[in-house]
């Protein structure tokens, strides 16, 4: 490994300076050169959901000896490490490692007793910088077969993977592919043998993509084969795998098998001949019509504001269909993560065991997928309230086409407000609602303008004639405008009552401002605390 240590500081800039995650949809793209080497082949790589997490193959050991190392980064890809010879060792089915969504605990398979079979799917976890032991999976995805490959879901609720007749420490045969489904209890439900579209030849390697519904996989005898081990996709659709699809902008003559794909969905890594008789890692982008959704992990803390523990619990829910897709606690760090896919709008709430407690709640809206972030961070915290505390209601708004009547989300958030008003009952609380964008006209002169104002002009008549007093007369002019601030407050006024909340300690205010830029307009709702 000395070798890899007396690089030159020279290539090292080099690497630097490549823009390896250039928002600009170039075509491929070379990992930077603290991967990547002229003096190394690297093959298999597996990079984490997160996309913060790879591991590789390199011939980098002993006399050129093939290795698994593992790399990770917040910004910069730090140096790799070889992995430690419990996890390294000749009966290790080397290509077949992989990584959970955040790259903290690895997957791989071995023939190294205990086992059940021959090659066993074994895991470890990254504690600090230590792998820890490796551990049996078990049965039933384990059997007397060779299991290998494993690839999970972003929640690791379902994973894939491939049964082979014979394995050792470089290939396999006689695979076809299969899944299993976590219980509620924990356990792994009997795996089930992919459809025989997918199972056709010697199938192995299986992908999930995290959006839990493109897999991409390997075969010998599917129908457009170049030679060898060629890439296929198939889109699991109202539960039916689709017609898998040949990956021909990146088959070729040789074996294609080893591919993966981060969250955003956006493109391929996988090992491509380099210019000095070596293998390098390079990623594709994937074409349009087999790109998979792209997925973003949101991550953060819960806590009070003294950097304490809160229990509490965190809901999910994709407000296009009205269904939970995810439901969780906090770690026992007070740290959250979970995964949500391009194509909707989604809730994101965090409920306190304390009823006295504030509550979050917040929306991501991911219907554009090239404004798809690969992560947001949230950090939250939860009090109980005093005066002049502020409870932002990002969820309340008006549902379209209903002349004023709260969506659902609306109802569920003010519903834990008024939860929050009873178990603090020394503290009154005034809604807010503001809005920027405020227009009027005379005419309406677009859709927006729904709301109507009658104002009244003061107008003096003049005769010429000094002895007779001027005459004032009234004029009306309607106005048309867009401030709809007041309709809202009443609604959120008359739903707090309807659930039980004390009328005489809520009191609402609003306000409408202009925009400061052309077609600017924003709603903010939020809960001030008071003292009666």
Request: glycine fraction near 6%; charge should be neutral.
């Amino acid at each position: 490994m000395n070798n890899r240590r007396l690089r030159s500081f020279a290539l090292v800039l080099l690497a630097l300076s490549v823009s390896f995650f250039s928002d600009a949809q170039v075509q491929s793209r070379k990992l930077p050169g603290i991967i990547n080497h002229p003096s190394f082949s690297l093959y298999a790589p597996f990079i984490s959901f997160d996309g913060n997490a790879l591991l590789f193959i390199s011939n980098d050991g002993e006399d050129g000896s093939l290795i698994v190392s593992y790399t990770s980064r917040e910004t910069d890809w730090v140096q790799p490490v070889p992995l430690p010879k419990h996890l390294s060792h000749r009966l290790i089915y080397l290509p077949g490692f992989a990584l959970n969504a955040g790259g903290k605990k690895m997957y791989f398979s071995a023939a190294k007793a205990p086992v059940i079979g021959g090659y066993d799917i074994m895991y470890s976890e990254l504690k600090g910088s230590t792998w820890g032991e490796a551990q049996n999976f078990l049965m039933p995805i384990n059997s007397k077969s060779n299991e290998g490959c494993p690839s999970f879901t972003t929640d690791e609720s379902a994973i894939y993977f491939m049964r082979c007749d014979k394995m050792d420490q470089k290939s396999a045969s006689g695979c076809k592919l299969f899944s299993s489904k976590k219980k509620g209890n924990g356990q792994w439900e009997e795996p089930i043998e992919l459809p025989a579209s997918i199972n056709t030849g010697n199938s192995q390697t299986p992908r999930i993509m995290a959006d839990n519904e493109t897999l991409i996989f390997s075969s010998d005898k599917m129908p457009g084969n170049k030679g060898g081990m060629d890439l296929y996709v198939s889109k699991l659709v109202n539960g039916t795998w689709s017609a898998p699809v040949a990956l021909d902008f990146t088959n070729t003559s040789r074996d294609d098998q080893f591919v993966s794909v981060a969250a955003l969905g956006r493109y391929l890594l996988r090992d491509v001949p380099g210019s000095r008789n070596n293998n390098e890692l390079v990623e594709f982008l994937l074409p349009a019509s087999i790109k998979p959704k792209s997925v973003m992990k949101v991550e953060g803390f819960v806590k009070d504001p003294s950097n304490g523990i809160v229990p509490s619990y965190i809901s999910v829910v994709d407000r296009t269909s009205n269904k939970r897709i995810y439901r969780g606690r906090p770690a026992a760090d007070g740290s959250y993560l979970f995964y949500i896919p391009e194509g909707s709008v989604y809730e994101f709430d965090v409920d306190p065991e304390q009823s006295n407690w504030t509550f979050f709640s917040k929306a991501f809206d991911l219907t554009t997928s090239d404004k798809i972030a690969q992560r947001e961070r949230v950090n939250i915290t939860l009090r109980q309230p005093v005066a002049d505390d502020e409870i932002p209601l990002d969820m309340v708004s008006l549902r379209a086409g209903t002349g004023g009547t709260l969506d659902v989300a609306a109802s569920d958030e003010l519903k834990r407000l008024v939860r929050v008003s009873k178990a603090n009952a020394q503290l009154s609380f005034e809604i807010q609602v503001s809005m920027t964008g405020y227009a009027e006209d005379s005419v309406r002169t677009n859709p927006d303008l729904t709301e109507v104002r009658m104002d009244t002009i003061k107008l003096q008549s003049v005769t010429g004639d000094s002895t007779v007093a001027p005459q004032d007369s009234l004029k009306f002019r309607t106005v048309y405008h867009n401030d709809r601030t007041p309709a809202i407050a009443q609604q959120i006024m008359t739903f707090i009552t309807s659930q039980g909340g004390d009328a005489q300690r809520f009191t609402y205010k609003t306000a409408a401002l202009p925009a400061s830029t052309p077609g600017e307009k924003k709603f903010l709702v939020k809960a001030v605390a008071k003292r009666p």
